[in-house]
């Protein structure tokens, strides 16, 4: 891209990469939601990155927030997509970012938890919590998801 400013839209965001590495993965830009993760990490993991895509999506369409509480949603759930990819690893950390987004939600805008609820509700999702060794987690995880 050219540094001469005087060939640059006005009005539009310019961005310039500089060089990188071999096989890396770079996102650029605004609004980038990377959750991929799942696809990798459970059996039907291509579907629930599609199912949290379009929960992002609708977030990001929604009427119901301004623009911060829209990016914090985003966020919100974009924290629980990676806390559920790494769960494995860290079983607190997906508990914790099911407390966070849950109370937050309940405030903000319910209908999004209500549907990120029903995504955690799926069989790929159940079954993966139900591996879980730490018994006190496993059930936190339960009960803030809403099943038994």
Known sequence: MSDDKQNQPTGQKIYTMGNVGANARVAQGENIKWIEGLSANFDDGEAL???????????????????DTRDLAVEKTQSVAEALTNVHESPKGLKRALLDAKGWFISA????????????????VQKTVSTISEIGVRTAIKSLIGVP
Do not use: H
Not at 51 to 61: G, Y
Not at 116 to 124: N, Q, R, Y
């Open 49 to 67: 990155a599609q199912q949290f895509s379009a929960l992002l999506e609708q977030i990001q369409n929604s009427p119901d927030f301004d623009e």
């Open 109 to 124: 805008g319910g209908w999004v938890w209500d549907e990120l609820s029903k995504i955690l509700k799926s069989e790929a």
